[in-house]
């Protein structure tokens, strides 16, 4: 076992683990972030996916000992309030029904759109295939990230973002 500091939605945690813990375990079972769904364990239906530095990155197959001063992102660090734009766009759209992938489906949305604030309805389907809804409700996960994409504030930073 060693002790592993984390950087998480902003704050720092410690966990003593086996060095391939995956993330989502540290998540889980040691910190209380339970908004980090399993689904998988193969890092194939995306219900796990968190921000690593900002990209959406499958935590159920990340050794912890690999995240070293990364820092992580979970639903619970998106937004304080649940007023990130993706999240509002889930909230109009009606996307959930069971609601078990969509802490995954929302962070791989809001991982695209810090990346590419106006895909277009093919870069959004490419990158949200890779997220399994068992609901089928596929139609509402990409009506929502283009509603999000057209009332994305100018305030939200991009990596196309200019910083002076």
Not at 47 to 62: K, P, Q, W
Request: aromatic residues 4%; glycine residues 8%.
């Amino acid at each position: 076992m060693a002790i592993f500091k984390l950087q998480i939605n902003g704050r720092i945690y410690q966990a003593d683990v086996e060095s391939d813990t995956p993330l989502l375990w540290v998540l889980r079972d040691n910190l209380g972030l339970v908004g980090t769904k399993y689904g998988c364990g193969i890092a194939q239906c995306g219900a796990c996916t968190v921000h690593l530095n900002g990209e959406a990155t499958r935590s159920c197959v990340l050794p912890v000992s690999v995240v070293g001063k990364s820092k992580v992102t979970t639903i619970e660090g998106l937004s304080p309030d649940g007023k990130h734009p993706v999240q509002q766009a889930w909230d109009k759209v009606d996307v959930a029904q069971c609601g078990y992938c969509q802490a995954g489906q929302i962070m791989t949305a809001a991982a695209l759109l810090k990346r590419n604030p106006k895909p277009s309805q093919t870069e959004i389907d490419n990158v949200m295939t890779g997220n399994i809804c068992r609901c089928g409700t596929y139609h509402r996960i990409r009506e929502a990230v283009k509603v999000a994409s057209e009332t994305l504030p100018a305030s939200i930073p991009t990596k196309t973002s200019k910083t002076k």
